[in-house]
């Protein structure tokens, strides 16, 4: 008789709710690992929870077996009560699901579709570089400034004019609470679909109030800016865009619904994790002076002083795009993926694993296996290299954006998400020396911790932005500030 696969002991009835991490689960599943192997199971009130802890698990379970392992759990709050089952990142793999799929990837599913958007993604990547200068303070407001600016504009068509601008503000919000209700196993309801149904004056329902609010704060993710864009076109301004050109193609009140909810899908797959990585990136530079050194050197070399770096200039610079992928490794944004359902039985190393069953991901043992990573814990963007006669290591960009047949759609696709990192990479170390700040003479160390969610930030840091010369100073004073843009010479065209 085939048994589950092992895992701590549980109690009786509640199985092993006690066991469950409170906070940083892929940190306690990697220790779970160390005793019990590639593939553990929990059990929490009946509910069977596995954790994949090797590349080639998920590759068999998620990859090969993706007929059965594309669905997504049974979650109350998040899906039912705040309404996230309509957008991609949470609905089950169904033929809707496909149907989004289709409309996201025509539109940035290839790197050819996202070179035709390189124009964007430079534009916003250099007034990121502008901002931090004059405000380094601000690193983490403006990375999430960025992100936004950039997906708001790729999808809607609309432009951040605001210092505080209402449409980003809003769209950080639903964001916020998305991260928090889309942990598996958040809220007991999630565990126990009946306690819906108990009534409101019953303790301990906290839950519903949450649900309320993160299904006002996704209403409106869904419908201001894509009513925007409807408003823009009537009045012949908007901008090209994925809605945009989606809504002229729409021939009824179905397909429009359907480009709504595709490009809340792409926002919400870009948005956050674009912010994660962005920081870490400079956290990674502030501690890692001669990996940052190293791509200065490359930078001078190829690129020289008197430009900016654009995505046209990737290949030349292996060094630069190796720190983007150690990055993605080192911390990962989504250290535990977003979690899979079981559609029937499946047999995974001897090991049954039940229909209903949670898959969970963990891609930060994933990122770190010593057997796959050297010196798993440090920052090394040479494994990456090809250097010696060495082999790189594997690119992490394979797990780092999803596996299976949802690959992609966490971090609005993997070339989308990829390109972003890159030149935001490329801009600040052009023209920036980043390193621990000073204070009464003293060098503040970081503390590299990151926070709990879906999503996993950098806490936060200070950090020492400076221009790194005089020449990298002039290039900062030329780029575009705050204000009103022209969009055709910016390569925009309307609709």
């Not at 809340?264 to 870009?270: E, I, K, V």
């Not at 990192?421 to 052009?430: G, H, K, Q, T």
């Not at 002039?474 to 390569?491: C, F, H, N, P, W």
Request: charged letters at 25%.
């Amino acid at each position: 008789m085939r048994t589950f696969p092992p895992g701590p002991k549980g109690l009786p009835l509640v199985g092993n709710l006690f066991d469950m991490p409170k906070s940083q689960a892929w940190k306690t599943f990697t220790k779970w690992s160390e005793k019990w192997g590639d593939v553990i199971s929990v059990s929490v009130f009946g509910q069977t929870i596995v954790i994949l802890n090797s590349v080639e698990c998920v590759n068999e379970l998620l990859e090969k077996r993706g007929s059965v392992s594309s669905d997504r759990p049974c979650m109350v709050v998040a899906k039912k009560w705040a309404g996230w089952d309509r957008v991609m990142v949470l609905e089950d793999h169904t033929s809707r699901f496909r149907a989004l799929r289709r409309l996201t990837s025509k539109y940035m599913g290839t790197r050819a579709a996202i070179a035709s958007l390189s124009h964007v993604l430079e534009l916003e990547a250099s007034e990121f570089v502008s901002r931090v200068w004059r405000n380094p303070e601000r690193l983490s407001d403006e990375a999430r400034r960025n992100a936004g600016a950039t997906i708001l504009m790729l999808i809607y068509g609309y432009r951040i004019r605001e210092e505080e601008d209402p449409m980003l503000k809003m769209a950080d919000k639903a964001m916020e609470s998305w991260t928090i209700i889309s942990l598996p196993g958040a809220f007991l309801v999630d565990l126990f679909p009946s306690l819906e149904y108990i009534p409101v004056w019953f303790p301990c329902i906290q839950w519903r109030e949450t649900a309320t609010t993160a299904r006002k704060l996704l209403d409106c993710l869904r419908n201001e800016p894509f009513e925007y864009t409807r408003s823009q076109m009537s009045e012949g301004h908007s901008l090209s865009s994925f809605t945009a050109q989606n809504l002229i193609a729409a021939k009824t009140k179905e397909e429009e619904e359907l480009v709504k909810d595709a490009a809340t899908a792409l926002y919400a797959g870009g948005s956050d994790t674009t912010v994660s990585a962005v920081c870490s990136l400079f956290l990674a530079m502030m501690c890692n002076t001669e990996a940052q050194a190293k791509a200065h050197d490359e930078l001078d070399r190829v690129i020289g002083s008197g430009r900016l770096p654009s995505l046209r200039d990737r290949d030349q610079l292996p060094y630069v795009n190796a720190i983007c992928l150690e990055v993605l490794r080192w911390n990962p944004v989504a250290p535990a993926g977003v979690a899979h359902r079981l559609s029937d039985n499946v047999i995974l190393d001897d090991y049954l694993l039940p229909k209903d069953a949670i898959i969970i991901t963990n891609i930060w043992k994933l990122m770190h296996d010593a057997t796959k990573y050297s010196d798993p814990l440090q920052f090394k963007p040479e494994r990456f290299l090809q250097v010696g006669g060495t082999q790189p290591e594997p690119d992490p960009r394979n797990i780092a954006f999803g596996s299976g047949r949802r690959v992609s759609e966490l971090l609005l696709g993997m070339h989308l998400a990829d390109a972003t990192l890159f030149i935001v990479c490329a801009m600040s170390l052009a023209v920036f020396n980043i390193t621990k700040p000073i204070e009464n003479g003293a060098v503040i160390e970081p503390e590299i911790e990151y926070t709990n969610g879906t999503i996993s930030h950098p806490h936060p840091f200070r950090c020492s932005i400076k221009p790194r010369s005089e020449r990298a100073e002039s290039l900062l004073l030329s780029l575009t500030v705050i204000g009103e843009r022209d969009a055709e010479v910016q390569g925009l065209k309307r609709g």
